[in-house]
Nanobody, 122 residues
Framework: QVQLVESGGGLVQAGGSLRLSCAAS????????TGWFRQALGKEREFVAA??????YYADSVRGRFTISRDNAQNTVYLQMRSLKPEDTAVYYC?????????????????WGQGTQVTVSS
């Protein structure tokens, strides 16, 4: 059973940066598709980014501002967020798939972290 723990959220001004971390246990992140989703208050949970083997995938709303990466030695996946906007405010969740499926479909992920709050002030 894979367990995921997010950290790194907080309050930042618009234009600022944050780096989220997703530490995995019970499995090796390099063998899983790992993704980040976010859920703003009153909205559906949406895809942000994913990493699978050597490939990375991004939602249009974050492409060019966010970068997903993986440290196999630390068994951790990161989401570097730059040029943050108030509309990036949400709870950010890390998720992993037990076998390769669609990277941007919430239902195709089997393991989820508890989430970390990111608030961007204007």
């Amino acid at each position: 059973q894979v367990q995921l723990v997010e950290s790194g959220g907080g309050l930042v001004q618009a234009g600022g940066s944050l780096r989220l971390s997703c530490a995995a246990s019970g499995g090796t992140v390099s063998t899983y598709t790992t993704g980040w989703f976010r859920q703003a208050l009153g909205k559906e949970r949406e895809f942000v980014a994913a990493i699978r083997w050597g490939g990375t995938y991004y939602a249009d709303s974050v492409r060019g501002r966010f970068t997903i990466s993986r440290d196999n030695a630390q068994n951790t996946v990161y989401l570097q967020m730059r040029s943050l906007k108030p509309e990036d405010t949400a709870v950010y969740y890390c998720a992993a798939q037990s076998r390769p499926k669609s990277v941007d479909v919430r239902a195709d992920y089997d393991y989820w972290g508890q989430g970390t709050q990111v608030t961007v002030s204007s």
